[in-house]
T-cell receptor, first 114, second 114 residues
Framework: GNSVTQMEGPVTLSEEAFLTINCTYTATGYPSLFWYVQYPGEGLQLLLKATKADDKGSNKGFEATYRKETTSFHLEKGSVQVSDSAVYFCALSILTGGGNKLTFGTGTQLKVEL | NAGVTQTPKFQVLKTGQSMTLQCAQDMNHNSMYWYRQDPGMGLRLIYYSASEGTTDKGEVPNGYNVSRLNKREFSLRLESAAPSQTSVYFC?????????????FGPGTRLLVL
């Protein structure tokens, strides 16, 4: 079956530090890959996505590249801010006969301190 | 444009009681989804509706029923609540049942079953 594995949290960084959150996946077929972010007390919102191998998704200074050879989609940001504190979810989606179903990782909590 | 709305925001039930969680979207999306979020487990799909008039089981459907009332509304019903159903429930929608489509999430309903 399909699955997503992401690094355990919480990850605690100082402001302006470099961020990497690892994500690897197992899938049959050719998935689309997503990073969603959940701020405290809110629902999930899309951060970025990539729909084919070697695509790079980017948004708000965050980037992730779809690596088919390593089945990875690691999230990076060069300089984090306190406002980036949230839970980050990696997810994949494969079109099946029943439609667009997301498979999520367990989430990684990021805490950014001054 | 409110996006995806959910009611109620918070609910406490006793074991064996029933309730319906409501979800509506105003983006003219065809597909809608119900997820539950539990600590350390990410989000898991309960039921989804690829298009108006269709519903299908997701990963964890036991103890739940759904109704796609019309294109805008998708409700989740707990017929006889159990403590294991204590969770945060998220509704989502997407334009179509395509693996590349972004899903848009509501703010969630926090349910406590005593």
């Amino acid at each position: 079956g399909n699955s997503v594995t992401q690094m355990e949290g919480p990850v605690t960084l100082s402001e302006e530090a470099f961020l990497t959150i690892n994500c690897t996946y197992t899938a049959t077929g050719y998935p689309s890959l997503f990073w969603y972010v959940q701020y405290p007390g809110e629902g999930l919102q899309l951060l970025l996505k990539a729909t084919k191998a070697d695509d790079k998704g980017s948004n708000k200074g965050f980037e992730a590249t779809y690596r088919k050879e390593t089945t990875s989609f690691h999230l990076e940001k060069g300089s984090v801010q306190v406002s980036d504190s949230a839970v980050y979810f990696c997810a994949l989606s494969i079109l099946t006969g029943g439609g667009n179903k997301l498979t999520f990782g367990t989430g990684t909590q990021l805490k950014v301190e001054l | 444009n409110a996006g995806v709305t959910q009611t109620p925001k918070f609910q406490v039930l006793k074991t064996g009681q029933s309730m319906t969680l409501q979800c509506a979207q105003d983006m003219n999306h065809n597909s809608m989804y119900w997820y539950r979020q539990d600590p350390g487990m990410g989000l898991r799909l309960i039921y989804y509706s690829a298009s108006e008039g269709t519903t299908d089981k997701g990963e964890v459907p036991n103890g739940y029923n759904v109704s796609r009332l019309n294109k805008r509304e998708f409700s989740l019903r707990l017929e006889s609540a159990a403590p294991s159903q204590t969770s945060v429930y998220f509704c989502a929608s997407s334009e179509a049942a395509s693996g590349r489509q972004t899903q848009y999430f509501g703010p969630g309903t926090r349910l406590l079953v005593l």
